[in-house]
């Protein structure tokens, strides 16, 4: 990006119109989503290049624009699902839906783009397991890859099924949306756009257990686009949410204590991501650095609280007892005490965590209406009107097509700062 930081644009063509963008987007994913408003590249690591969600093709190569400087761009042709021909998007949607190719659907846009590559080059001669390797740069949480597999391998040899017709319970149905979710067109929340929108971000912790000295917002709020930062201190209503716990802080206050690396200090809003982005990385925070407390075995008998704001390093304690237990112990033949481990199990959902929040007037009344990601939109709405001092019937909370939860989007994560900074 540097060769450009100088020059006011930078030109290239996408889907056959020429274009000219900003130098600042740190990569060609950021200058497709947010300038150019082309959302069929989903962004789900950038800018790692891990997850292959925004592939693209450049001059007829498949690649992650997530990877791609602006610097190797310029005067590059670029191509999205949005500039794929009309037969094309219909036999991969059509594909994909009736082989059941896809399940949350985020990755699937940037496969069929890798795909195109693939039947570009070799037809109805494409091996699935050649394809299976092309594959490789791509992560699927839901699928299992099999049915994508096939879908690819019915576009190219032209044998696209037709779906059975619902025949009600028992019959196989098509998925709800496929044929939008296949070609990147079915939203998800980070897809939204708004007139007027403004943009967040929040600026987390350098210390995963450390006392809050001070946070000075300054430098942030001097910074180009940028509109406001929030700091705990502007919450109105309550600090801390939780679906069955209330013991998660929305944000750290000073004086406050963090409890794990993702603790957020500040929120800062601007009028566009990147200003939004570099700005929270100026937020100067002051901290008291103290041992952080790493397993549950050390917290069991560890006498620091781990997690601020509670009483006791224990979340809660069941006992289970049928019968007479302490006679079957003492006739049984053999007494056997073991402890016993499991695995850690990451959810890894592929789309990162995204919120839209709307504030209106209804009526004399204001109201906010949220966009959430999230798997309970009704504990969403009891927190959000938690935080905000205000009451239920001033929050509506919609729930937008996610791609992929499985558990770890039960509670709330940035909606509460979304909210705060709508409301």
Known sequence: MGAFMGTESVSFTVNGCPVSVSPRHPHLLSALRDELNITSPKDGCSPSGQCGCCTVLIDGKAVVSCQQPLTKISGASITTLEGFADEDRQKF????????GLQCGFCIPGIVVRAKAQIDKKGAALAPADMARHLGAHLCRCT??????????AV??????????????????????????????????????????????LHLTAHARADIVSIDASAALAHPGVVTVLTAADIPGDLRVGIIYKDWPVMIPVGGRTSYAGDVLAVVVATDRIAAREAA????????????????????????????????NVLSKSTYRRGDVDRALATAAHSVTETFRTQRIEHAFLEPESTVAVPAIRGERRHLHVYSGGQGIWDDRNDIARVLGIDNESVTVELVTNGGAFGGKEDMSNQGHAALAAW
Not at 171 to 197: I, N, Q
Not at 287 to 298: E, G, H, K, N
Not at 299 to 309: F, H, M, N, Y
Request: with cysteine; hydrophobic share 40%; glycine share 10%.
């Open 281 to 312: 990385e100026l937020v100067k925070v002051e901290y008291s650095p103290l041992r952080p407390i790493t397993d549950p075995a050390s917290a069991l008998t560890d006498s620091e609280i781990a997690v601020w704001g509670t009483d006791d």
């Open 144 to 153: 299992g890859y099999v049915k994508i597999l096939e879908a690819i391998d």
């Open 156 to 201: 190219a040899k032209n044998q696209i099924p037709t779906p059975d017709p619902c025949g009600g319970i028992g019959s196989r149905g098509v998925k709800y949306e496929a044929h939008e979710l296949t070609l990147g067109d079915r939203g998800y929340v980070d897809d939204l756009r708004f007139p007027g929108m403004l943009h967040a971000a």
């Open 93 to 100: 949607a059509s594909a994909f839906a009736a082989c059941g």
